[in-house]
Structure formats: structure tokens, C-alpha cells
């Protein structure tokens, strides 16, 4: 089937678009046997870089991919799964963190272990592709 397209900038964001697609759902597959969605992944990785530190579900939200993320919902399946504690911040009652215990830590670095070829997703990519796709993409988003 054949896609017509009313000039190259709609092809370029059907292309965006479509790509966003693939790359999420190669993700979505790698993640499957962990039991891990890919938003989940992503804040466990968040709560891993501060490990053993916690960060507030805002702070969190602020270091997502996904400015939509439903914090609540992605952190109480997180929870749920016995993968993030929330804490009651001693100095401010108010305010509740969110912490990897030892051991999810330990399963979170297991999974990122996993991943250390992400990049094969693009590694048929030259150099200068991926340098020039990187400055169109920060440029999109950069406006």
C-alpha cells in the first residue's frame, strides 16, 4: 500500500511518528519477560540513577520521557510489584517519596544489564546519519 503524502514535511511526520512506534515496541518486547512496561522501566532507571537516595513523584515526572505519564497510576503498579517504596519525608509531612529498596535496585540493574545493546536499534546507522538525525531532533523539539 502506498501512502500518498501531501508534501515531505507530513511524510516526515508520519515517518516520526511511525518510527516512535517501533522503537517503543522493540522496547515493550525486550521489557515483556521481566513483566515491565516501558514507562515503568524508564522510572525505575530514574529511581536507580539516586539509589539510595528517593525522589518525590514530581521530581520524578520532571526526569520522564513521557511528559503525559500518569505518575500515580505508573507509581502504585510499581509499588504493587513490591519495586518502590513510598516514604513519608521526615521534615516535611506533606511530601512523600518514592525509593528503590536493595532489592529492586538489584533486579533493576539485572534488567539494565539486558539492555546494554539498546542502541543495536540504530547501530545500522552511520555516524554522520546519526549526528545530523540528532541535531534535526533536538531542533524539532527546541523550536
Not at 505508573?74 to 511530601?95: G, S
Not at 533493576?108 to 546519526?130: G, M, P, Q
Amino acid at each position: 500500500m502506498h501512502t500518498q503524502f501531501v508534501n515531505e514535511y507530513h511524510r516526515l511526520i508520519k515517518n516520526l511518528h511511525m518510527t516512535d512506534g517501533y522503537i517503543f515496541n522493540h522496547f515493550a518486547q525486550k521489557l515483556a519477560p521481566f513483566d515491565l512496561s516501558v514507562q515503568q522501566y524508564i522510572a525505575l532507571r530514574r529511581l536507580s540513577e539516586v539509589f539510595p537516595n528517593s525522589l518525590t513523584a514530581g521530581e520524578l515526572k520532571e526526569k520522564m520521557t513521557d511528559l503525559n505519564s500518569d505518575m500515580t497510576r505508573l507509581t502504585d503498579r510499581l509499588v504493587t510489584k513490591n519495586l518502590v517504596v513510598r516514604e513519608v519525608d521526615a521534615q516535611n509531612r506533606r511530601r512523600v517519596n518514592l525509593r528503590l529498596t536493595e532489592e529492586s535496585y538489584r533486579f533493576v540493574e539485572n534488567v539494565a544489564a539486558d539492555f546494554k545493546d539498546f542502541e543495536s536499534v540504530v547501530s545500522h546507522l552511520t555516524d554522520e546519519e546519526v549526528r545530523m538525525m540528532n541535531i534535526c531532533l533536538d531542533k524539532i523539539r527546541n523550536r
